[in-house]
């Protein structure tokens, strides 16, 4: 079992930027894919960007060229620098964890982000 902890959410006016982080109590290294997620009220959760093993990495269109992921196993992190936020981008975000064999599938907790002026 793997516990995923996000941090770094909080109220920020448009166009700021924030670093959400997510820690591991475990090892990342042996996850195929980690990943963050969001869920905006009233809506269904979305994927944000992914990052594989191999550092790979996959955006949502709507955050493509102002989101990075990024991954340190060595600290069993895994970031999202968001920047150009914009008021569309308010919601939950959630932390996810993968793993292929096994089929194991990990989420946080959820950190909030409300980008409004």
């Known amino acids: 079992q793997v516990q995923l902890v996000e941090s770094g959410g909080g109220l920020v006016e448009p166009g700021g930027s924030l670093r959400l982080s997510c820690a591991a109590s475990?090892?990342?290294?042996?996850?195929?894919?980690m990943g963050w997620y969001r869920q905006a009220p009233g809506k269904e959760r979305e994927l944000v960007a992914t990052?594989?093993?191999?550092?790979?990495?996959n955006y949502a269109d709507s955050v493509k060229g102002r989101f990075t992921i990024s991954r340190d196993n060595a600290k069993n992190t895994v970031y999202l620098q968001m920047n150009s936020l914009k008021p569309d981008d308010t919601a939950v975000y959630f932390c996810?964890?993968?793993?292929?064999?096994?089929?194991?599938?990990?989420w946080g907790q959820g950190t909030h982000i409300t980008v409004s002026s």
């Open positions: 996810n964890a993968y793993k292929a064999v096994g089929g194991f599938n990990y």
């Open positions: 475990g090892s990342i290294f042996s996850f195929n894919v």
């Open positions: 990052i594989r093993t191999n550092g790979f990495t």
